[in-house]
């Protein structure tokens, strides 16, 4: 199939001017012919009648499948102007469509030529409405072209060439027909025969292969009438300001009625986004205030402690238990081990959070330290209180560490934490430190490191 590029029909660019009130119903006709540039008429040609759908922002075939007698062609059909859309039963001569005024229209070929020398097909015709709300309308269709005679899509019998058009579009225009104009133009009556087409002016084509052999194209010298142009030397789609000032009022009018309808629509559906989103903005407000209140009672419930507070509750709770009287039972040494967050105050001293039972399993184990805290009930050797200088542990183990600070009176809080920089289970930090002047039975705090897996 050889189909040709069709002529721009978009819709020209309306001014909003005042609606008109109420609804009628009009009627366009469609009258044509078409020949071959030999002279003679197509056998085979199908025509349809397309209006521009100004909410669908496409093209609809309004007529189809309507066919020629002896080249000439007519079709009718009825539009209306405001109202509401028409009663689908009533008696009409066509098919009716209701398009809320004057609508955007156009025809579309679907040609198969028996011939194989031609290289154009003209085709032209004129529209008039029956409402006498403007002059009547000649419509220049130009001229369909074939591709290159050498592009043999089919071979039929008697070795003629089966040249197909496929659908290619025509627009109004209000510059003169080539099939009418030629020789002073033709009545309507005259259009029936194909032969009187050219209204004896001689032929319509002149000059097919534009003197090069070839199909005619822009720019091929020669071309149609002679001229360089495709469409008769003019422009086929016609300057929509040069329409009747009354025409032109109908077309602003009605179709930017539709148009506005296509507004409202949109501005609806926007307003129905803009409250789901302020709805949805409702909803995310809500949940950060309820985050918000659960991290303030979680910072309440579970805040940090200085290590001497929390043990000194810890010997509290002791002492409290020793007190019980237990005939056959005495409470001994004590060690307690805590999972806990390590922090430091704007002083520098340690603080102890406990880690919450229930949040354990969602917690990141590597930020938690093992603190452990050794309770000796009635010591064999009890030391003085007299002064003493805190001895450096740095670099030993829990065992050596407690050793050496148990030789000078002084009592062990180890603290276990995660460190990349230090030997696993070596002293790295300790308070007092060490050569500070201290009291016996001083509470030194030491931070040992932490080995994957330790104290897990």
Do not use: C
């Not at 209701?98 to 198969?112: C, E, I, K, Q």
């Not at 050794?374 to 003493?388: E, H």
């Not at 450096?392 to 460190?419: C, D, N, P, W």
């Amino acid at each position: 199939m050889a189909a040709l590029q069709p002529i721009s029909t978009a819709p020209t660019e309306l001014q909003d001017v005042a609606p008109i009130e109420g609804g009628s119903t009009r009627e366009l006709t469609f009258q044509g012919a078409i020949r071959n540039a030999d002279g003679t008429v197509s056998a085979s040609l199908q025509l349809a009648i397309q209006y521009y759908n100004t909410i669908a922002q496409g093209w609809e075939t309004l007529l189809s499948n309507f066919g020629l007698t002896n080249g000439a062609f007519e079709a009718k059909y009825q539009y209306l102007v405001g109202g509401a859309p028409p009663d689908a039963t009533a008696n009409r001569i066509s098919n009716v469509i209701h398009v809320g005024g004057f609508p955007m229209v156009r025809l579309v070929l679907s040609a198969t030529l028996l011939n194989a020398s031609p290289d154009v097909l003209a085709f032209g015709g004129i529209v008039y409405p029956n409402g006498g709300v403007w002059d009547d309308l000649v419509l220049n269709f130009g001229e369909l072209r074939l591709l290159s005679p050498s592009r043999i899509d089919q071979q039929i019998d008697g070795n003629q060439t089966n040249y197909e058009y496929a659908q290619v579009a025509v627009p109004f225009s209000d510059s003169v027909d080539p099939l009418l104009s030629s020789g002073g133009g033709a009545e309507l009556s005259s259009l029936a025969d194909p032969d009187s087409i050219d209204g004896g002016g001689g032929d319509v084509i002149d000059d097919i292969d534009g003197g090069g052999g070839g199909p005619v194209d822009n720019g091929g010298g020669g071309g149609v009438n002679g001229g360089n142009d495709e469409t008769n030397g003019g422009d086929s789609l016609g300057d929509f300001n040069e329409f009747p000032d009354e025409q032109r009022y109908t077309l602003y009018t009605e179709l930017i009625a539709q148009q506005k309808v296509q507004i409202a629509s949109l501005s609806d559906q926007l307003s129905v986004q803009t409250d789901l989103n302020s709805t949805l903005n409702e909803q995310v407000t809500a949940k950060d205030t309820e985050i918000a209140t659960l991290s303030g009672q979680i910072q309440t419930q579970n805040t940090a402690k200085p290590v001497n507070e929390v043990y000194t509750q810890l010997i509290q709770e002791v002492d409290t238990a020793s007190q019980g009287n237990f005939e056959n039972y005495t409470l001994g040494n004590v060690s307690i081990d805590l999972k806990t967050f390590v922090s430091q105050d704007q002083d520098g001293n340690f603080q102890l959070q406990s880690v919450d039972s229930a949040g354990a399993n969602n917690t990141n184990q590597e930020t938690v330290s093992q603190v452990k805290f050794d309770i000796n009930r009635n010591p064999a050797v009890k030391p003085s209180s007299s002064a003493a200088i805190t001895p450096s542990v740095m670099g030993l183990t829990e065992t050596a560490a407690r050793k050496r600070l148990q030789a000078q009176g002084m009592k062990l809080v180890a603290i276990y934490q995660a460190s990349d920089k230090n030997t696993v289970g070596q002293a790295f930090k300790q308070t007092p430190a060490a050569g500070e002047d201290s009291n016996r039975d001083l509470k030194v705090t030491v931070i040992f490191a932490k080995g994957e897996g330790q104290f897990a």
